[in-house]
């Protein structure tokens, strides 16, 4: 004869909960109970309990000036966890991946191998990072670029810097310099991305662009031009010349900083 099946715990459909109408013990921490435990009425509540609304009255009171890295991510976990204490992971996630810019721009399947990190919290983690170069990028889209170099740069690495894999991308002007259009034109590999200058003159002309920025990331982390740099960026000059869009830089992008090809005077 099979052993009797232990009773569920929880049910799915109102008439199977009239089967049990008594509820586990529940203690101080709010950890549901087997029912041999017994529950100490003296039992201290965890160091965490109530720690969110102090958290959020801090922020309330002194801004994000007063946080720490670790503490601002804490909080931003609070919308993909919703119980329990999200310092731990916080914590564990700057060790892993050393500042709050190389935690957004990490890729899902790397976040998820620090533990406590779901499928759930990465992909939150990596919309929040889109939203911030949407943020950025509408920044500089309703201003001329030339004169707002330095948020056109700042889009740049937030966008660039911790990318996976190499990229180039081109910002399309018009005739006044504001922003037409920002796109990845080639992805390659860890460090290596092919460049066709021919296309790139090719999609200015398509867009009616009347000068371009070109931008790409070092995944070394080391911004310095190489001289394959160097000499495409001379290639795609010429022949921009030739059909009357400007080249007005070529910028770099690593980790520990970026270079100007143009501030540089190598084109």
Partial sequence: MSEEKPEPTFFLNET??????????????GAVRNAEQKIDPEEEPPHYLGHRERMKERFQNVGHAGFADYEMLEMLLYRSIRQGDTKPLAKALIARFGSLAEILGAPEHLLMEVKGCGPVTAF??????????????????????LSSWSRVMDYCVAAMAYEPREQFRILFLDKKN?????????????????VYPREVIARALQLAASGIILAHNHRSGDPTPSKSDIDMTRTIANIGAQMGIVVHDHIIIGKNGHASLKGLKLF
């Fill in 124 to 145: 939150d983690l990596r919309f929040v990072s889109a939203l911030t170069h949407r943020m950025i990028r509408s920044d500089i889209r309703e201003k001329t670029v």
């Fill in 16 to 29: 199977s909960a009239k089967l049990s109408t008594k509820q586990p013990p529940v203690g101080a921490d």
């Fill in 178 to 194: 504001a922003l037409i259009a920002d796109e990845v034109q080639q992805v390659g590999t860890v460090d290596h991305t092919p």
